[in-house]
């Protein structure tokens, strides 16, 4: 969960180098999600992540002297947010990426502002549909048509790894404004309703895993990469990188720290070129150049705005969502 928040005059050098350290995080996550399901299959993958995850957050609450939430109703509402915000989109970007490059399903998170809206809107009424919002959400929609390249035929393994990865964001559609209209309000702090979130994710992988998956395999049975690159998704992509979100929103303001939205496919483009020479046609960068103008618009990003907060200001999920 994040505040509104708009520090007077803050710095550029007090929040640029972790704006940029938690771009490069999330935008790596997407290579990390790729090394892991070589080995792991996507269930077993996401319970490793989520558990350490859990167990990174737990520390820094005992370090900060926060605790886990205790109203039963505030548990109750997190077993929805756990399933649609954490287990059934890391899951469903780990099948994606079974088929598709790495930076292609970064590309697909960034969709997620585009389909917290119109459920926003339309189901949970936490927001309202304007003008401006509605012209971003068309240019996101022609996005999406530009990068799955619908001129060239629907079918095969490839454009069903990328409905998949559309599939995870739509899961942070449902989770966000859920979280917004449900959860937001309590008293507890955004690092203490993550640690709880994560948890009753880690039991419900605990239980749908061994039932679809079977047994995890034991760690020491996995190679070296994978193993670095669960404790990388965990450990920093879930645990670290929230903690530095958290600081970029105090330092930086809630806008302002949002638009890390931005950076995430443009490290996920750069890493999975890089580290694993993945290639995409020309449609697909085009197409995720218009899906952020699309989302630019949709958040008052471009030309004047009000002062009121934008869409990803009031709706940044509690969990890093897709990384």
Not at 94 to 104: A, C, I, K
């Amino acid at each position: 969960m994040t505040v509104d928040i708009t520090p007077d005059r803050a710095s550029v050098r007090s929040w640029l180098p972790g704006f940029i350290a938690l771009g490069v995080i999330w935008g790596s996550s997407f290579l990390f999600i790729k090394v892991g399901v070589a080995e792991l299959h996507p269930l077993h993958l996401t319970l490793y992540r989520v558990a350490t995850g859990a167990a990174t957050l737990l520390v820094v609450l005992a370090v900060l002297r926060d605790r886990l939430p205790r109203e039963p109703r505030v548990w109750a509402h997190l077993v929805v947010v756990a399933a649609f915000g954490v287990a059934l989109p890391f899951t469903l970007f780990g099948f994606g990426e079974q088929r598709v490059e790495s930076m292609l399903a970064g590309i697909w998170n960034a969709t997620t502002p585009l389909i917290v809206l119109p459920l926003a809107v339309l189901v949970f009424r936490t927001e309202r549909l304007t003008v401006r919002r509605a012209v971003g959400l068309g240019l996101g929609f022609a996005g999406v048509l530009v990068v799955l390249g619908v001129w060239e035929g629907v079918g095969g393994s490839h454009f069903t790894g990328q409905l998949m990865c559309l599939g995870a964001a739509a899961c942070y559609g449902v989770a966000i404004p859920y979280q917004k209209k449900f959860i937001a309000g309590s008293a507890y702090s955004g690092l203490s309703l993550s640690a709880a979130q994560l948890l009753v994710a880690t039991a419900q992988l605990a239980l749908v895993a061994p039932l679809v998956a079977g047994a995890p395999p034991v760690p020491t049975g996995l190679s070296a990469k994978v193993v670095a690159s669960v404790l990388a998704l965990g450990a920093l992509g879930t645990g670290l990188a929230f903690v530095i979100n958290l600081r970029n929103i105090r330092v930086a303001g809630a806008s302002t720290a949002s638009t890390v939205t931005y950076l995430i496919p443009v490290f996920a483009v750069l890493v999975g070129a890089v580290v694993l020479g993945e290639r995409m046609n020309w449609h697909q960068p085009v197409g995720a150049l218009v899906v952020l103008l699309g989302v630019a618009v949709a958040q008052g990003m471009l030309g004047r705005r009000r002062p009121a907060p934008a869409l990803a200001t009031d709706t940044r999920p509690a969990v890093p969502a897709g990384r």
